[in-house]
């Protein structure tokens, strides 16, 4: 049996720490302790400080690159210039919407949509977490519409059990594997996961 590796992580928020904790136990890892959830400029102003404590230990952090450079290398090299090797910066293009928008067929069963709705590459998608909600709009299921899509008249860019409804959907239905098919970037973080577990970087 292959042995658990442990690790420490740090997130933007509450779904990509489910997103990067089934992720890892995919790949036969084990979280520790979860540090951050308090956006992506927190993490920012704390990734050093994650970077020396990895000396004790291993770390993987995830971030969304959004639109803040057009591909990972720049953005890695903007954040952390020189990374300890017990340390992965992991990095969703461009959220981690994409990662799950990226496993079509079970994303369209869970929010009641045609297939045909599903970004064929969610990765290309300027802003995916967008992209969900207003696939949700067309749900045939009232209570997915009324937890994803914001209310008439709200500024809101989500519904109410936006994070609840996509946690619930990374539990129950989402496979690493399978999205990693539609979403280089996660296919990347799979590949260098496993290579980092097998003491190979």
């Given at each position: ?29 084990e979280v520790s302790y979860v540090y ?166």
């Amino acid at each position: 049996m292959t042995e658990i590796l442990n690790v420490n992580i740090a997130v933007e928020g509450e779904l990509d720490e489910v997103v990067l904790k089934k992720l890892l136990g995919f790949i036969g890892m084990e979280v520790s302790y979860v540090y951050g959830k308090r956006g992506k400029e927190y993490l920012r102003e704390h990734i050093q400080g994650y970077n020396q404590a990895s000396q004790y230990g291993r770390w993987v952090i995830l971030v969304d690159l959004n639109n803040d450079a057009q591909c990972p290398p720049p953005f890695i090299n903007s954040w952390l210039p020189v990374r300890n090797q017990n340390l992965q910066l992991r990095i969703a293009v461009r959220a981690v919407e994409s990662w799950l928008l990226a496993e079509r067929d079970e994303i369209a069963r869970f929010l009641a949509v045609s297939k045909q709705r599903i970004p064929l590459y969610p990765e290309n998608e300027d802003k995916p977490k967008r992209i969900l909600v207003n696939i949700a709009r067309h749900s045939r299921n009232k209570a997915i519409r009324t937890d994803i899509v914001p209310r008439d008249g709200s500024t809101a860019i989500q519904g109410p059990g936006y994070t609840t409804r996509l946690i619930e959907f990374t539990l129950k239905c989402w496979n690493p594997e399978r999205a990693a098919s539609n979403a280089p970037s996660l296919r990347r973080s799979i590949n260098s996961l496993l290579q980092w577990r097998a003491g190979k970087r």
